[in-house]
């Protein structure tokens, strides 16, 4: 899975310029399957992009079935050709993962690119990461016990 | 495509706003950024205007290569004749304007005239429209920006605003984006005050097409793996700027106490590492992997809840070493009211330091201070004063005009103490270990300035085979002496030219490393993006011709080969303590002479400093290009 660690971001926007270059070889933030939300004042920088969902969404409400599981990466993928535009997905999708591509009115979302995510690669600190859910899950739990391993070494260490 | 992009003439005084493409032809000669300003300020501009009057130009310019996923490509260069110096004013900035104003389809503004009540442009999809700005005038830089985002309902808009300092005229006022990003030298943001202009904002949705995206892309990842890979990089990314301060510290690099002495004693608490105790992430510009600033929280304290972004290392100075302020915490809360106020950090610290020495030795005392006791490390004094000169009140007033008003109203005798150069104060670095850096900020074009040159890669204790491979003659490795340093100043003169007009960032450039991107690497960016070829050579010509033009403008202001020169406490005093490379340096003034000569006649100057013709016609300046609009 894509993930995203909000406390690692910096904000610079390299995922959204380089998605958009690699998907639509144009550079226009509008265009980024992937968009960085922030609170400038607060300093608070959130990567916000498909999470492809288990029970997705978008296929539930997609009434030409044009969103279907890619087997391979796990992306859930548009079919251009039975898109009618509707915008269901866009306005159902709870994380705004869909966006509408201002010419043809039709979406377009993260494909995870066949496996390879462009901005995972572009992501110098790392708040962008593809990897497996348990990968994941084992990481944030050793995030997590952290604080109580320091504790537990000294007073290991003590006796 | 980036050829599709505009220069827009606004006219405050009658609201004219016209528009038209940026001719390649100007692209082929200046690429844009800097370079297209500096053809505009000097085409345009009538000679020996007084800068605070309408007839002054506002210039804002994107990169050439703004938007390109590397190297920090979302820098903007703005211009103006500088009220502080009358000289070049010139400043870059970061952040993530410049790329939302190219999507807005602008790459330059030329702001002329003056508003009859404030104003801020909003330039949304090859539209500029002027918006009614009372309700924002008098709001600090953050405040500012917030209303802007939601005047326009529109989270995602982008702008460049002043605060207090600059609608009060402060001479140095800056212009600000973001929490943090500042155009800070020359006092940009006091030119936007005369015109009644709070801010520019802008949202734009044009894309902008490279010529080659999926090389490109490629292309921009090794940029940013071969930045990322430096350890000056990695070291940036970790504690930003303020990483250089443990190096100059202990060396003796650093102007304490004004000029008194060269590092700060007891100065642990301004080690980088303790911005650990407040910082909650770093943060970075536009396309930048480098991430070199810290978001920081204060917690506690008369100022706190507070929350802003940096410190950078020059602010260390400005408010620590410079004025005898030990603590980490003393920088913080200053350079979050210079932030907010929209103050040049550098310049009000060399003010307030200048200030706190005339004080010591009785030049300046309480009457003349309005009872502030300006002693070395008050900082309650300092805070007090940087509120003063934003807003100009009583001895703040004096300081708000700069050393040039200052002085003419303190006294003949303060000048003495005053390190500065053509009216713009130093940052807290020591050159005189340095005869390469005490060159460069002779000679800088904007006054006394460290990013003109930044000759630093002879610090690095490289053999001279590898100097003399990158500046193409032969360069001493010993960074006290005065060989070759000439040539030093002058190549990174014309790198940092072009870098500032392909709008991508000197740290990222052979700025402290040297396998960082430079001539060859900027060649194929602008091959890839656009489709232009450019040599090396060709390049190097553009900041060549981009040095010019800059030295023809402070000609035409009346500068001459004399204001190349350092504050007489360069050749004077030597450094009193450091390491034995920095101890007991001062600057030989016939040495000094020698390397200006050399420098010149590398830029193909004569004596004087006044482009030869042969020089002009080599680099078309001769009347065919200044025809060019």
Redesign the interface.
């Known amino acids: 899975m894509l993930a995203i660690e909000p406390e690692k971001c910096t904000g610079c926007r390299l995922c959204e310029t380089a998605c958009a270059i690699h998907h639509e070889k144009i550079c226009a933030p509008e265009k980024a399957r992937i968009r960085v939300t922030k609170w400038e004042n607060e300093g608070v920088y959130i990567p916000i992009v498909c999470q492809q969902c288990e029970t997705p969404i978008c296929e539930i409400v997609c009434p030409m079935h044009a969103i279907n599981r890619n087997a391979e990466t796990g992306a859930m993928i548009i079919d251009d050709k039975l898109c009618v535009g509707c915008k269901l997905c866009v306005q159902f999708c709870p994380f705004g993962g869909i966006i509408v591509d201002d010419k043809t009115k039709k979406t377009a979302k993260c494909d995870l690119c066949s496996g390879e995510p462009v901005c995972v690669k572009f992501c110098q600190p790392k708040a962008l990461q593809y990897l497996d859910a348990t990968t994941l899950n084992l990481r944030k739990r050793r995030t997590a016990a952290e604080r109580f391993s320091e504790y537990l070494k000294k007073m290991l260490t003590t006796i | 495509m980036v050829f599709n992009r505009k220069i827009a003439h606004i006219n405050l005084s009658n609201g004219k706003i016209s528009q038209k493409i940026v001719p390649k032809a100007l692209r082929a000669q200046y690429l844009g950024g800097r370079g297209i300003d500096m053809h505009l300020l000097y085409k345009h501009m009538n000679p020996k205007i007084n800068p605070l009057s309408p007839e002054n130009l506002f210039i804002v310019g994107v990169g050439f290569l703004s ?4 190297l920090g490509s979302g820098r903007c260069d703005i211009a103006a004749k500088s009220p502080l110096t009358g000289a070049v004013g010139d400043s870059n900035i970061g952040g ?1 304007f410049a ?1 939302e104003l190219r ?1 807005a389809g602008f790459d330059h503004l030329v702001i002329t005239g003056k508003a009859k009540k404030p104003v801020y442009l909003l330039a949304t999809d090859d539209e500029i429209t002027i918006k009614d700005a009372s309700h924002i005038w008098g709001e600090d830089t ?1 405040e500012a ?2 209303l802007l985002r939601r005047d326009e309902d529109d ?2 808009i982008k702008s460049l605003v002043i605060g207090l300092a600059g609608e009060n005229l402060v001479k140095f006022a800056n212009v600000r984006t ?2 943090k990003n500042s155009a800070g030298r020359t006092g940009m943001g006091c030119i936007m005050g005369s015109k009644n202009l709070k801010a520019i904002a802008a949202r734009g ?6 010529t080659h ?2 090389e ?2 490629e292309y ?2 090794q940029m ?1 793996d071969m930045i ?1 890979s430096t350890r000056w990089s990695k070291a940036q ?1 970790r504690w930003g700027t303020m990483i250089i301060y443990s190096n100059t510290n202990t060396t003796g690099l650093l102007r304490t106490r004004n000029f008194q002495l060269n590092r700060l004693e007891d100065g642990q608490d301004l080690e980088p590492e303790n911005i650990d105790r407040y910082s ?12 070199c600033r810290h ?1 920081y929280v204060l917690r506690e304290g008369p100022f706190a809840p507070l ?1 802003g ?1 940096g410190p950078e290392y020059t602010s260390l100075g400005a408010f620590g070493t410079m004025v005898g302020c030990k603590k980490m915490e003393t920088i913080l809360i200053a350079n979050h009211l210079v932030n907010k106020y929209g103050l040049d950090t550098l310049e009000t610290g060399g003010l307030i330091a200048w200030s706190m020495e005339l004080f010591e030795n009785g030049i300046l005392n309480e009457k003349t201070t309005d009872g502030l006791r300006l002693e070395w490390g008050n900082e309650e004094a300092v805070f007090d004063l940087i509120q003063r000169i934003a807003h100009r009140e009583g001895f703040g007033d004096i300081l708000a005009d700069g050393f040039g008003g200052a002085i003419a109203k303190i006294g003949k005798d303060s000048e003495y103490y005053a390190i500065q150069v053509k009216g713009m104060s130093n940052l807290h670095s020591d050159e005189r270990p340095t005869p390469s850096f005490a060159l460069g900020i002779a000679t800088s074009t904007r006054g006394a300035d460290h990013l003109r040159s930044r000759p630093a890669i002879d610090m690095y204790g490289l053999p001279e085979d590898t100097l003399k491979e990158i500046y193409g003659g032969p360069v001493a490795d010993d960074y006290n002496s005065y060989d070759g340093k000439s040539r030093m100043v002058w190549w990174q003169e014309l790198l940092y030219a072009v870098t500032d007009s392909i709008g991508t960032c000197k740290f990222q450039t052979v700025f402290c490393a040297v396998h960082a991107p430079k001539w060859e690497e900027f060649s194929k960016l602008i091959q890839l993006a656009t489709g232009m070829e450019f040599q090396k050579s060709h390049l190097m010509q553009i900041g060549e011709r981009i040095c010019t033009i800059e030295r023809l403008f402070n000609l035409r202001e009346g500068f001459t080969r004399k204001d190349d020169n350092l504050p007489e406490r360069y050749y004077k005093e030597p450094t009193p303590i450091g390491l034995p490379v920095a101890r007991n340096k001062k600057i030989d003034k016939e040495k000094f002479k020698k390397m200006l000569d050399e420098y010149y006649e590398l830029h193909g100057w004569d004596k004087d400093g006044v482009p030869k013709q042969e020089t002009l016609k080599k680099l078309s300046l001769d009347n065919t290009l200044l025809n060019l609009s």
């Open positions: 938007g390109i996923p590397c993530f790329p999507f953050f920006q917030t989270e995602n973001g929490m949705t044009i894309p902008v097409k490279f995206p999926d490109l892309i921009c990842m940013n990322t990314s909650i992430g770093t943060s970075g510009c536009y396309g930048c992997s480098v991430h978001r929350f972004e």
